[in-house]
Nanobody, 124 residues
C-alpha cells in the first residue's frame, strides 16, 4: 500500500496562490490531485505519469494549476495560481500502480491509495 501525506492547504483571497505537497512512500505508476467540495462529487484536478512525466489537467485547472514531481524526494506538488472561490474544497493526493488512460485517469475510482486531504479555502 502506498502512503500519501498532503500539506500546504490554507485560506487565501480571490486571485491568490497556494502550493500543495504530497509526500509519497512507495512506487506508483500514476499520481493525481483530486478535490471534493461540500455536497459535490470528488473530481480530478491534475494527474502525473511517474514513468514518462506526462501531465494532464481538468479544464478548470488548465492554465492556472501546475502539477509536478520531485523524483529525489518522491513528492508531488500542485501549484495553484489565480484561485477562485469555486476552488474551495478538500484536496486529496491519490496514487495507483495501474497505468490509466482516457477518462479513467480522472476517475477517483481508478485510484487505490489516498491521502487524508488538505483544505483549501478561497474567499471573495
Amino acid at each position: 500500500q502506498v502512503q500519501l501525506v498532503e500539506s500546504g492547504g490554507g485560506s487565501v483571497q480571490n486571485g491568490g496562490s497556494l502550493r500543495l505537497s504530497c509526500e509519497v512512500s512507495g512506487w506508483t505508476e500514476m499520481l493525481g490531485w483530486f478535490r471534493q467540495a461540500p455536497g459535490k462529487d470528488r473530481e480530478g484536478v491534475a494527474v502525473f505519469y511517474t514513468g514518462r512525466h506526462f501531465t494532464y489537467y481538468s479544464d478548470f485547472a488548465e492554465g492556472r494549476f501546475t502539477i509536478s514531481h520531485d523524483n529525489a524526494k518522491n513528492t508531488l506538488f500542485l501549484q495553484m495560481n489565480s484561485l477562485k472561490p469555486e476552488d474551495t474544497a478538500l484536496y486529496y493526493c491519490a496514487a495507483t500502480r495501474t497505468l490509466l488512460g482516457g477518462t479513467q485517469k480522472f476517475d477517483p475510482r481508478s485510484y487505490d491509495s489516498w491521502g487524508q486531504g488538505t483544505q483549501v479555502t478561497v474567499s471573495s
